[in-house]
């Protein structure tokens, strides 16, 4: 399963970053990665459950996601439960550091639809483009968390 991370140093209090990285329904507004948040339109039994559309690299893809927050907020993780075809699995998870400036890493897991050409269709439209997506979710986010402090 490959992994990407960007890691930025944010100047905001841990506790905005919390918030908003807990506010899921908000995202679309700051990640640039995930473009709309719906709750489910049927019942599902999963706790904060959410329907997501959202992009991996340039492939957007549909799922029922499940948002988890750690105790302290330090850990913030989205995680596909089912998934619509290229993207199987897609795992977003923030690790927020200590401090009055922490770091704050974006970690991306996923597997991908394999098929023909599916490696080169991967490499050109997710690997290529996820970094620069990353970096702009965690911009995002410190412009965010900056405003709520």
Same mark, same amino acid.
Not at 33 to 40: D, H, N, Y
Not at 136 to 149: C, E, K, Q, S, V
């Given at each position: 399963?490959?992994?990407?991370?960007?890691?930025?140093?944010?100047?905001?209090?841990?506790?905005?970053?919390?918030?908003?990285?807990?506010?899921? *329904?908000?995202?679309?507004?700051? $990640?640039?990665?995930?473009?709309?948040?719906?709750?489910?339109?049927?019942?599902?039994?999963?706790?904060?459950?959410?329907?997501?559309?959202?992009?991996?690299?340039?492939?957007?893809? #549909?799922?029922?996601?499940?948002?988890?927050?750690? *105790?302290?907020? /330090?850990?913030?993780?989205? *995680? $596909?439960?089912?998934?619509?075809?290229?993207?199987?699995?897609?795992? &977003?998870?923030?690790?927020?550091?200590?401090? $009055?400036?922490? #770091?704050?890493?974006?970690?991306?897991? &996923?597997?991908?639809?394999?098929?023909?050409?599916?490696?080169?269709? *991967?490499?050109?439209?997710? /690997?290529?483009?996820?970094?620069?997506?990353?970096?702009?979710?965690?911009?995002?986010?410190?412009?965010?968390?900056?405003?709520?402090?």
């Amino acid at each position: 399963m490959p992994v990407l991370e960007r890691r930025l140093t944010i100047a905001a209090d841990p506790q905005a970053l919390a918030q908003t990285l807990a506010a899921v *329904e908000h995202w679309p507004r700051w $990640t640039g990665f995930v473009r709309t948040v719906e709750p489910p339109a049927v019942d599902v039994a999963v706790d904060n459950a959410w329907n997501i559309v959202a992009l991996l690299g340039s492939m957007p893809f #549909s799922a029922v996601a499940r948002l988890q927050v750690a *105790e302290d907020g /330090r850990q913030v993780t989205l *995680e $596909t439960l089912t998934s619509a075809a290229p993207v199987n699995l897609a795992r &977003y998870v923030f690790l927020v550091g200590s401090g $009055t400036q922490p #770091s704050v890493t974006l970690r991306v897991q &996923y597997t991908f639809a394999r098929g023909p050409g599916g490696w080169l269709v *991967e490499r050109a439209m997710v /690997r290529r483009k996820l970094p620069r997506q990353l970096e702009a979710a965690l911009a995002g986010l410190a412009d965010t968390a900056a405003r709520t402090t």
